[in-house]
């Protein structure tokens, strides 16, 4: 089950997974894992304040003229495997990228065998990113944190993604 709020500059989404805390971490935080599920597109780490976040354009979104990198930012706070503050820089489009970066918070909690993730995306200054991310630009973006985070649990749970892969 996923659970969404949404206000004019803060989205908070919570999913629970039937998966260790650790594996959730791995799952986003490891580049072998995280292109596996979503949209297919990698996303690299430094987990120590000041290090690079990059995520990269499948191979599909390359042919459709994505931009390389798709999203970039940095690692504010990481604290394996329970917390990660990073900032989210979306270069969708020209709107995206004229848009300040907004910050996202992972957070992550084992209740009793069943973590709990909440993602807390702020995006002050950022609209065009927040209705991508928001999941209403399903035409276009494919569902944002909702379509993402639902497929984190199918992928986890199932070991296969909600596209089949």
Not at 11 to 28: E, L, M, P
Not at 84 to 93: G, S
């Amino acid at each position: 089950m996923t659970e969404t709020q949404t206000s004019t500059t803060t989205q908070v989404h919570r999913v629970w997974i039937k998966a260790s805390v650790q594996r959730v971490w791995d799952a986003i935080t490891d580049a072998e894992w995280n292109g596996r599920y979503g949209y297919g597109a990698p996303s690299q780490y430094d987990l120590r304040p000041g290090g690079l976040f990059l995520v990269r354009p499948s191979a599909q979104m390359i042919e459709f003229g994505a931009n390389d990198p798709l999203i970039d930012g940095e690692v504010v706070e990481a604290d394996p495997p329970t917390r990660l503050v990073q900032t989210w820089h979306a270069r969708f489009n020209d709107e995206t990228i004229a848009e300040p970066a907004s910050r996202l918070t992972w957070e992550l909690a084992d209740v009793n065998g069943v973590t709990t993730l909440t993602v807390t995306h702020e995006l002050i200054g950022a609209p065009a990113t927040s209705a991508f991310t928001d999941g209403s630009k399903v035409g276009e973006a494919g569902g944002g944190w909702p379509f993402l985070l639902s497929d984190l649990k199918t992928f986890l749970e199932t070991g296969r993604s909600m596209a089949g892969a």
